[in-house]
């Protein structure tokens, strides 16, 4: 018999949206294992619980209870309903808006787990675990978790997260005090003197500024390179003095540098699109990009330190008029004692041959065989080039000092099992400096720190970077030490309760169990067939993270300090990139079809993994997975992964970890929901071959069924279109395999990008493709009759519905082609005949939407009668509004035929509701980037109330703002 479980009827999508975005708000904490260390993929906590407990429960749970086990012990939507009301009227309610604490840091007890109905001996499994979020929470909810991934620190981190604060509680969290704070301070000494004190008493220093240099080929100047010299928010920033010489060709050019308070005196950028600008005032040549490269490679791109950040020490009163101690930051232009470069560069050549002896620093090479090659490519051949001198030298330091440590308790013998776990902590305080103290770790002018070096998924190279000064007492080292005992400490809180090992087993709530095993999720052979009650994983995205690439970062340094503790997994030289079930395009370069053939190897190791675990399964086992993606290309993989694997899909719920809406349209589009997919096994008998077109019409019901719903738990915007993904699966796999019974069509035939290909064209083939375009014309159709609710009984033309529904789904100017051409195919219009060119550009990978002033200026708009597409009579009536008034506009329209077209006002309308409102009407400046489209909104609903008043309603859109609008 199967178990219908609660995942396959019920789910409180909105409150977990909104606790996925509390979990994540700027200003508070994020949860420990966020700061633990790096991993480039977490689904929120509360979202991970939520998948866990809801695919273990019976459909019959009871559903108070488990929201109160989730940590939501209030209503989250009505306290969100009160928080965005008083954030449009300029008010604050605190920090306890919501009336109880962020769900993420509710430890469940047993028996909120006995009121739920939840049974005893739960196993659940994540094949691909990452950074462990999904296992965490399953052992918080008391379940036999088991965690695999085929990634060594993945891995890693899922022991330090899960596994040694579970099995040694408190205990841990005291060997790393005794040794984290002895590490930092043996370092800092052995490092006295790297970094000078500042000049002036009562400072301290707090960062270094530098930017990469390189040789002008004409003139012979040494120009740093900067997109920008601002320093600060408030205007701080940077003034260039080129220092001339005697002229082209002299050597001993180059630049000194001034602290300027006013944006205004900044200098201008020397670097802008990969090529640099010579800032000396007898040259100013531009300077191409491959020169810059061949410098770094010839070893000449350097360092040219441009500020110092430092702090004041000053004396404050307090409100009630006691002295306080406050450091008050400010910069200063650089001296020749902040930074020694004979004696660095001294000290570095005696320490290296020793520490490549002893295998303290990166030797391996940076990888030749990768998506990102911009390290080689500006002369950072190894890993360890993407430090520093004095960089380099504080790590190996750091290393060094490990491995002495680590020896020691060896020798001595007082290295147990708790203090082996306790320097793993400590391999994550040099990974932490690492990460925030290299040649890619840029200054925030907005934050005024230093940031994390993956604040994109990328090794992009940085013109200008901070240095950290780490040997302040506080900062560096101690910092690092410090950040790690308070993550260690929440997390021993959080799988624990704060207990020590040998009372873990009576701790209420901690009754699980948890495993943590490293290898690929298509071969787990010590999980026995048939023993698993549920699967819920967060798979690889196709190409969207290459996790194997990124990690290289740390594993060269770990496997130097945390393999001394578990050598078993660092065995290889850089992580293993092959067995990754990524679409990597880095494998088939030079070959054609190099995307497509990395599509088809991530859709064929998903479905290795798929079929692992239907192997490892119980009978009436699910399998929930979590998947974000805006791209259809990469759900159509994953589905057809899924399906080929031998799985139908039961349930599918989108959860927006972006719920509340910014009154800000902004100018990059962007998928916020995550989409739990609820599979099963399918069964192995098969019935007769059904028909696609026998199937459509089924798709379409069950996303018209649901797209409602899920409209009001707050979906929106693109994430509708994702959301509605879900029931189309869902209807499409209960019939998977299908064929058609009527050929298609052939395809455009054009090159994708070079040396791409496509597949042999299959009159007859139906892929999950086919699905997610229905389900696109479904909730096309649902958005035009909302959002056109005037008496015309109008169909809208294509150009005019793909306008609309552009700006309805990404509320951006910008968004992927790949997704304009699918929307386009969903209205009936062709993107290249009648879109580009005519309501739109295409930059690179994207498509920036015109308005009304931009067509005009292109001549790019189309005749006033709207023949072809209303949006033309649209930006003819907006142009004339704005530059020659209501009765000029009105009169157009007349002499066009079309004002009194029901089409033409039913265009109007659905128009309205979607524009970005203008600050007349909404009392918002509106973001530079959609300006001109708030401007055509502006002209548009002042001619419908001079025009149309009666007959065109006001835009709904604007309701949000009135409380505002009311206020002021």
């Not at 701790?507 to 067939?529: E, Y």
Request: charged share 25%; proline share 5%.
């Amino acid at each position: 018999m199967t178990t219908t479980r609660l995942i396959e009827r019920w789910l409180p999508i909105a409150e977990i949206g909104i606790e996925s975005v509390r979990e994540r708000t700027p200003m508070t904490p994020f949860p420990a294992p966020n700061r633990l260390h790096v991993w480039w993929a977490r689904r929120p906590l509360v979202a991970s619980r939520a998948a866990v407990l809801a695919s273990i429960l019976p459909e019959d749970a009871n559903r108070d209870a488990f929201k109160f086990t989730l940590g939501i012990h209030g209503d989250p939507i009505a306290a969100r309903g009160r928080i965005e009301r008083a954030d449009r009227l300029g008010e604050r309610l605190g920090s306890d808006a919501y009336g109880y604490p962020r769900a993420f840091a509710y430890n469940p007890s047993a028996q909120d787990r006995a009121q739920t109905g939840q049974g005893a001996n739960f196993v659940v499994l994540d094949p691909t675990a990452g950074g462990g979020a999904i296992p965490l929470e399953a052992l918080r909810l008391g379940v036999s978790a088991i965690a695999n991934d085929l990634n060594p620190v993945a891995t890693l981190i899922q022991k330090a997260t899960i596994e040694y604060p579970a099995h040694f509680g408190a205990a841990v969290l005291d060997e790393f005090a005794k040794i984290g704070p002895e590490w930092s301070q043996l370092v800092r000494t052995r490092l006295a003197g790297l970094y000078p004190a500042e000049p002036e008493e009562d400072c301290r220093p707090d960062a270094y500024l530098w930017a990469r240099s390189i040789t002008c080929p004409y003139c012979a100047g040494r120009l740093p390179l900067a997109p920008n010299w601002r320093l600060a928010p408030d205007g701080t920033g940077i003034k260039l003095h080129p220092r001339l010489g005697s002229g082209p060709g002299d050597e001993t050019r180059a630049c000194s540098f001034e602290i300027t308070t006013s944006s205004k005196d900044h200098s201008e950028a020397t670097v802008a699109g990969g090529d640099a600008i010579c800032p000396f005032s007898d040259c100013n040549r531009t300077i191409s990009g491959d020169e810059i490269k061949r410098q770094g490679q010839e070893g000449k791109l350097g360092d040219q330190l441009y500020a110092v950040v430092y702090k004041r020490q000053i004396v404050a009163k307090t409100k009630t008029g006691k002295n306080k101690i406050k450091w008050v930051r400010g910069y200063r232009a650089p001296q020749s004692r902040d930074y020694d470069q004979s004696q660095i560069s001294k000290m570095l050549a005696e320490k290296l041959p020793e520490w490549e002896a002893g295998d303290v620093v990166p030797s391996e090479q940076y990888p030749d065989n990768t998506n990102d090659d911009r390290p080689r490519q500006y002369g950072m051949p190894l890993w360890r080039d993407m430090f520093s001198p004095r960089q380099l030298l504080v790590h190996g330091t750091g290393v060094e000092v490990f491995k002495e440590l680590f020896d020691r308790d060896n020798k001595e013998g007082s290295m147990s099992d708790v203090r082996r776990a306790a320097y793993v902590y400590l391999s994550f305080c040099v990974d932490k400096l690492t990460t925030f103290n290299s040649r890619s770790s840029r200054w925030i002018s907005q934050r005024e720190v230093v940031a994390n070096l993956f604040e994109r998924h990328d090794f992009a190279v940085k013109w200008s970077y901070g240095e950290m000064a780490v040997m302040v007492e506080g900062l560096g080292h101690d910092w690092a030490v410090e950040a790690t005992r308070k993550a260690l400490q929440e997390l021993v809180h959080m799988v624990a309760g704060g207990k020590r090992g040998d009372m873990l087993d009576s701790v209420a709530g901690v009754s699980g169990s948890i495993t943590v095993q490293n290898g690929s999720g298509a071969s787990m052979p010590h999980i026995a067939d048939r023993s698993v009650d549920a699967v819920v994983m967060d798979p690889p995205y196709g190409a969207n993270v290459m996790y194997a690439e990124l990690s290289d970062f740390f594993y060269v340094w770990l496997k130097r300090t945390a393999g001394l503790v578990v050598p078993e997994l660092f065995t290889r030289r850089l992580a293993d990139k092959e067995a990754e079930a990524v679409a990597n395009k880095a494998h088939f370069k030079g070959q054609k079809g190099a995307a497509r053939l990395a599509d088809d190897d991530y859709r064929m190791k998903m479905e290795g993994i798929f079929s692992e675990c239907r192997r490892v399964l119980k009978d009436d086992g699910i399998m929930t997975v979590m998947f974000t993606h805006k791209e259809t290309g990469a759900w159509d993989a994953l589905a057809l992964s899924l399906m080929d694997a031998g799985f139908i899909i039961t349930a599918s719920w989108p959860v927006n970890t972006e719920f509340s809406a910014s009154l800000h349209i902004k100018d990059k589009a962007a998928a916020n929901s995550t989409i739990f997919l609820v599979c099963r096994p399918r069964e192995d008998a098969q019935g007769e071959t059904m028909y696609w077109e026998d199937v459509e019409p089924e798709v379409a019901r069950a996303v018209r069924a649901r797209v409602g719903e899920f409209q009001q738990a707050g979906i929106q915007g693109v994430d509708l279109y994702l959301a509605s993904f879900g029931p189309a699966l869902e209807a499409f796999s209960r019939h998977w395999p299908l064929t058609r019974g009527t050929p298609a069509p052939e395809p455009k035939k054009k090159r994708r990008t070079q040396g791409d290909m496509f597949e042999e064209f299959d009159p007859y083939a139906v892929r999950p493709e086919d699905a997610l375009n229905a389900a696109r014309r479904e909730v096309k159709a649902w958005r035009l009759a909302q959002l056109a609710s005037a008496k015309a009984q109008a169909d809208m033309d294509g150009p005019t519905a793909f306008y609309v529904l552009a700006w309805d789904a990404f509320k951006a100017v910008s968004f992927p082609y790949d997704e304009a051409l699918r929307l386009a195919r969903a209205v009936g219009v062709d993107l290249e005949a009648q879109v580009i060119g005519r309501l739109a550009e295409k930059k690179a990978a994207e498509i920036k939407l015109w308005d009304s002033a931009t067509r005009v200026a292109k001549g790019a708009v189309g005749p006033a009668d709207g023949s072809r597409g209303m949006i033309d009579a649209l930006h003819h009536a907006a142009h004339v509004m704005r530059t020659r008034g209501a009765e000029a506009a009105q009169e157009m329209l007349e002499q066009a035929g079309v004002a009194k077209e029901d089409e033409f006002k039913v265009a109007m309308e659905a128009l309205l509701e979607v524009l970005p409102p203008s600050k007349t009407f909404s009392g918002i400046d509106a973001d530079k980037a959609v300006k001109p489209a708030a401007d055509d909104f502006d002209a548009l609903e002042k001619l419908r109330r001079i025009a149309y008043e009666g007959e065109i309603g006001e835009p709904q859109q604007l309701e949000l703002y009135r409380e505002l609008m009311a206020a002021e």
